[in-house]
């Protein structure tokens, strides 16, 4: 009877601490600070109904990334991977609706923008957005999975290419779509499955 009793409760602490556990984008505490940033830009701009205060939130949203630099031991899901190992474009949620997008194929980045023809920078081609450690790693990987990575924010898109994650000049509808799901250029150093704690 003891013994039922013991494996009773056990079962039922197993259960109870699966639910309270924490999710895996919050036991990383810069990256926890990322997204609890986010949020505090994007939840009252939202709801004050201003355009002028979801533009300058969505301003300050993309600043902040480019305030993290090098990330490490980030956790996410892969949510989308397309193209072959040298078109290779990948996004990875790291936080409710919050992405990072990585890419290596420039020109269908940028395929029609008139934003590159009038460029006064640089014309050395960019660096690629995930490393080969990172594309051989993702052969292995599935959509759906967990995975912690490596990298830096925006670090592809400082190469004098137009940045994707800027917003400037855009309207009203897309600084709340972004503000609603945020997705940022990221370049990816590595990326692994991630280890269930």
Not at 42 to 53: E, Q, R, V
Not at 157 to 179: N, P, T
């Amino acid at each position: 009877m003891a013994g039922r009793r013991v494996f009773l409760l056990g079962g039922a602490g197993l259960v109870l601490g699966g639910c309270f556990d924490r999710p895996c984008h919050e036991r990383n505490p810069a990256q926890k600070a990322f997204l609890d940033g986010l949020a505090a830009l994007a939840k009252p701009a939202l709801a004050s109904n201003n355009p002028l205060a979801v533009e300058e939130a969505a301003r300050q949203s993309v600043a902040l990334a480019d305030k993290v630099g090098a990330f490490s031991d980030w956790c996410g899901t892969i949510r989308k991977i397309e193209g072959n190992a040298q078109t290779v474009a990948v996004t990875i949620e790291v936080g409710p609706q919050v992405s990072l997008y990585a890419f290596n194929d420039w020109t269908l980045a940028f395929a029609g923008s008139i934003t590159d023809l009038f460029s006064t920078r640089t014309r050395e081609p960019p660096p690629p957005g995930l490393s080969e450690a990172a594309i051989g790693a993702l052969k292995t990987l599935r959509l759906g999975e967990r995975v912690t990575l490596s990298g830096r924010m925006g670090e592809i898109a400082g190469s004098g290419v137009f940045d994707l994650s800027r917003l400037l000049g855009k309207g009203d509808a897309e600084h709340r779509q972004f503000l609603q799901t945020p997705r940022f250029v990221a370049r990816i150093e590595a990326l692994a499955a991630s280890k269930k704690t």
